[in-house]
């Protein structure tokens, strides 16, 4: 996929992403909105219920005296001189409750002392669970004459000798609330105090209403980041893996092109009719098809090498191994090409214990591996210092270089297979990107760790660490 593709679709998902995050909050905020009209709406119904059954009740209580005043002390009852005095039955009730709702209109502060705390509170239960409202609250009856608290949370409420009622937290947030309703203001005369209520769990009960459609949405959003997030990885991962395995097939196309158009001439060369009677020359020429047909064989070994590290298909033959030992035949090895080139090698014995339990022939070609990179990233003369140390359970070996050496973005991704620095000119060093990882993979089934330090310019040192035993 172009990277301009893989940029779009980045953006377009990320707008889209943001898009949903934006309608999603949106509609999360309308929806406590509207459980808050509800909730207002279902709380005030229910005030007015209370108001409705406390002034029912004042009437009531008014009928009964105004009832027992006309049986027992008719003479005393001031109303009723003022209305007709003789009637009964039917009207008679509906004089006595016009009566009533006329004594507590004439005097209404008197109303709202008769006002029941046990009844108040029965009611607003009952009213606020009729709506489904079942949650803590605080209530108390107002009284503007009194300008305090008559009843707070169905108790008389105790005035203190400030003039201010004992609970001043509970009026606080009584004075504070939203919801009040005037209490005995029928016929538009003034209010002579209010009922007023608070919900201290209010904001969390409204919460709690959106909480699953919360809680899902985020899952679910946070869902489709991850797998966005992922498939955005796996593309990227994809398309850097597709460029390292042409990188390879160019770089293995490469390899294997020099030593077969060698032994296509030499082929050519033995066929030659001046070269048939002559047999150095066919020896000659054999041996250049021998030795090419070696490095091509050795090339193959190490790409089937890391074929079987990676479906993990290879037993170590484990056995003693002196490392001191391996590190001098692997200078004396190299020691040649290094002095080719004007260079030099040196070796730093310091492992006192330097025996491991391992794989001689890994060990080995892991040795290998690394002398040869420092050889064939030294532009100059290679400079190479290879030591070996004692450290905790097990040796160091640690192969230093003066060469071209890495920044700090290759460094981290050199032990990744087919992975190779990609500047310009470094092409021109031969390699598949899979020494490095075969050393990873060789030090890891040996229980040991390989690091690497490097600075652009100067130079590189690559650190093996081997367990004396992978077993314990
Ligand atoms: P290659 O076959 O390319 O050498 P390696 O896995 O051995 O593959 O190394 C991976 C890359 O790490 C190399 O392409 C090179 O850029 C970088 N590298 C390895 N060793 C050194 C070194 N000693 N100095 C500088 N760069 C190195």
């Known amino acids: 996929m172009e990277k301009r593709t893989i940029q779009a679709i980045i953006i377009l998902m990320s707008v889209a992403l943001i898009g949903i995050c934006v309608i999603q909050f949106y509609w999360l905020k309308n929806g406590i909105d509207l459980e808050a009209q509800n909730f207002d709406n ?234 048939k009677g002559n047999e150095k020359l066919i020896d000659r020429y054999a041996d250049i098809i021998k030795q090419e047909n070696k490095r091509m064989l050795t090339q193959v070994e190490k790409v089937l090498q890391i074929a079987r590290l990676d479906k993990k298909d290879f037993t170590l033959k484990l056995v003693d191994i002196n490392l001191n030992d391996q590190v001098t035949i692997a200078v004396e090895n190299t020691r040649l090409r290094v002095n080719q080139r004007d260079g030099k090698i040196e070796a730093y014995l310091k492992a006192k214990n330097a025996k491991v339990l391992g794989d001689q022939n890994h060990i080995s070609n892991v040795l290998h591996n690394l002398l040869d990179n420092a050889i064939k990233y030294s532009p100059e003369p290679p400079d190479i210092i290879i030591t070996t140390n004692d450290v905790a359970n097990g040796v160091e070996i640690t192969v230093a270089d003066k060469g071209i050496g890495m920044s700090k973005e290759d460094l981290k991704r050199i032990f990744e297979k087919f992975y190779r620095v990609s500047t310009g000119n470094l092409h021109d060093v031969k390699g598949f990107g899979l020494g490095l990882s075969y050393v990873k993979a060789i030090t890891d089934a040996h229980k040991g760790k390989v690091k690497a330090q490097s600075e652009l310019g100067k130079g590189s040192s690559f650190t093996v660490y081997l367990p004396h035993d992978l077993n314990l």
């Open 42 to 275: 279902q709380v005030r119904y229910s005030l007015n219920r209370v108001k409705q059954n406390l002034e029912d009740d004042a009437n009531d209580i008014e009928n009964i005296k105004r009832g027992q005043s006309s049986i027992f002390n008719k003479d005393k009852d001031p109303l009723e001189k003022i209305f007709k005095p003789t009637l009964d039955g039917f009207v008679r009730e509906k004089y006595e409750s016009q009566v009533a709702n006329i004594a507590w209109l004439l005097n209404p502060e008197y109303a709202l002392g008769t006002i029941s705390p046990p009844d108040l509170s029965r009611y607003l239960r009952v009213e606020l669970l009729s709506q489904g409202i079942d949650l803590n609250y605080d209530f108390g009856v107002y009284s503007n004459d009194e300008e305090d608290y008559i009843i707070t949370n169905g108790k008389f409420s105790v005035v203190n000798v400030s003039g201010s009622s004992s609970d001043s937290g509970v009026s606080t947030r009584l004075s504070q609330s939203m919801y009040q309703v005037n209490l005995f203001d029928s016929e538009g005369r003034t209010t002579v105090g209010s009922l007023r209520i608070f919900f201290p769990e209010k904001t969390s009960f409204l919460l709690k209403s959106v909480l699953p459609a919360l809680i899902s949405s985020i899952l679910l959003t946070g869902l489709i980041l991850f797998c966005f997030v992922y498939t955005i990885n796996v593309i990227l991962t994809q398309k850097k893996v597709s460029l390292m395995k042409t990188d390879f097939i160019n770089n293995m196309t490469h390899e294997f092109k020099t030593p077969i158009a060698t032994i296509s001439l030499a082929a050519d060369s033995i066929g030659n009719p001046m070269v």
